[in-house]
C-alpha cells in the first residue's frame, strides 16, 4: 500500500465522528491494492461497474468486506444485484428503485439503498429532482424489498470544495425533514466540507489507493 495514502487514511480516520465513515472507491483498483487496504482495517469498498464489481466479489470473497455498487445502476443489471452489495448508493429514478425492489422481494431480500438526488439541478446529472421527490416519496417508500437508508449527492466536481457545502447542506435538511440519517456525499475533492455538513459516508479513491501505475490493471 502506498504510505502517504496509508497516512492519509490514517489522519482522515481522527476526523471522524462516531456515526461516520469512509468507502474506498476500488474500481478500477487492482485486486492486490484492495486487499493491502483491507489489511490495513478498511472492510467497505465501493464500485462502479456490475461486471468489475462481481469479479472482484467473487475473487474476494473469503475476506470480510462489504461492497457498496456506487455507480449508475442500468435496468437491466439489476437482475445481478441479488445478495452481493450491502449498499446500493445510485438508485436515481422511481422505476429503477420498483425494479429493484421487486427482484429482492422475489429472493426475500431487503436490500439498503441511497436514493441520489440531484440537489444541484444540473441537466447532466443522473439523480431525482428534489421536487418531484418531495411528491413522491411515500410511494417510495412504501416499496418492498427496499430499506431507504438515506441520501447520496454528487455536486458539481468543478466546484472549489467550499461552493459545494451548500448543496450538501441542502441534502441533509431534505433527509433530516423525511427522518433520513445517512448521507453518501462527499470525495477526494471535497469530503472535508461533506463532513462539515453531515456526511455518513465519505467516497474517496486515489487519496486512499495512491495513483495507479501503468502496470495496474
Same mark, same amino acid.
Do not use: C
Given at each position: 500500500?502506498?504510505?502517504?495514502?496509508?497516512?492519509?487514511?490514517?489522519?482522515?480516520?481522527?476526523?471522524?465522528?462516531?456515526?461516520?465513515?469512509?468507502?474506498?472507491?476500488?474500481?478500477?483498483?487492482?485486486?492486490?491494492?484492495?486487499?493491502?487496504?483491507?489489511?490495513?482495517?478498511?472492510?467497505?469498498?465501493?464500485?462502479?461497474?456490475?461486471?468489475?464489481?462481481? !469479479?472482484?466479489?467473487?475473487?474476494?470473497? =473469503?475476506?470480510?468486506? *462489504?461492497?457498496?455498487?456506487?455507480?449508475?445502476?442500468?435496468?437491466?443489471?439489476?437482475?445481478?444485484?441479488?445478495?452481493?452489495? +450491502?449498499?446500493?448508493?445510485?438508485?436515481?429514478?422511481?422505476?429503477?428503485?420498483? #425494479?429493484?425492489?421487486?427482484?429482492?422481494?422475489?429472493?426475500?431480500?431487503?436490500?439498503?439503498?441511497?436514493?441520489?438526488?440531484?440537489?444541484?439541478?444540473?441537466?447532466?446529472?443522473?439523480?431525482? =429532482?428534489?421536487? +418531484?421527490?418531495?411528491?413522491?416519496? =411515500?410511494?417510495?417508500?412504501?416499496?418492498?424489498?427496499? !430499506?431507504?437508508?438515506? #441520501?447520496?449527492?454528487?455536486?458539481?466536481?468543478?466546484?472549489?470544495?467550499?461552493? *459545494?457545502?451548500?448543496?450538501?447542506?441542502?441534502?441533509?435538511?431534505?433527509?433530516?425533514?423525511?427522518?433520513?440519517?445517512?448521507?453518501?456525499?462527499?470525495?477526494?475533492? =471535497?469530503?472535508?466540507?461533506?463532513?462539515? !455538513?453531515? +456526511?455518513?459516508?465519505?467516497?474517496?479513491?486515489?487519496?486512499?489507493?495512491?495513483?495507479?501505475?501503468?502496470?495496474?490493471?
Amino acid at each position: 500500500m502506498d504510505l502517504q495514502a496509508a497516512g492519509l487514511r490514517s489522519e482522515i480516520l481522527k476526523k471522524l465522528k462516531s456515526n461516520q465513515k469512509i468507502l474506498a472507491v476500488s474500481k478500477l483498483q487492482p485486486i492486490e491494492k484492495i486487499k493491502e487496504l483491507h489489511a490495513e482495517g478498511q472492510i467497505d469498498f465501493g464500485e462502479n461497474y456490475m461486471q468489475e464489481a462481481l !469479479e472482484k466479489i467473487e475473487t474476494l470473497k =473469503d475476506l470480510k468486506i *462489504n461492497w457498496h455498487l456506487i455507480g449508475p445502476l442500468q435496468k437491466n443489471k439489476v437482475k445481478f444485484l441479488k445478495t452481493n452489495f +450491502a449498499y446500493v448508493h445510485s438508485v436515481d429514478s422511481i422505476e429503477l428503485a420498483e #425494479l429493484i425492489s421487486k427482484k429482492a422481494v422475489e429472493i426475500n431480500h431487503k436490500q439498503k439503498v441511497f436514493l441520489q438526488i440531484n440537489i444541484s439541478g444540473e441537466q447532466t446529472k443522473a439523480g431525482f =429532482d428534489e421536487n +418531484a421527490f418531495v411528491k413522491n416519496w =411515500d410511494l417510495v417508500k412504501a416499496l418492498p424489498g427496499l !430499506e431507504i437508508v438515506g #441520501l447520496m449527492t454528487m455536486p458539481p466536481l468543478e466546484n472549489e470544495p467550499e461552493k *459545494n457545502r451548500i448543496y450538501f447542506k441542502k441534502l441533509t435538511v431534505l433527509g433530516e425533514t423525511l427522518g433520513l440519517h445517512e448521507f453518501s456525499m462527499g470525495t477526494s475533492h =471535497d469530503y472535508l466540507v461533506a463532513l462539515e !455538513e453531515g +456526511a455518513t459516508w465519505i467516497r474517496l479513491g486515489t487519496i486512499l489507493f495512491g495513483q495507479r501505475s501503468k502496470l495496474d490493471k
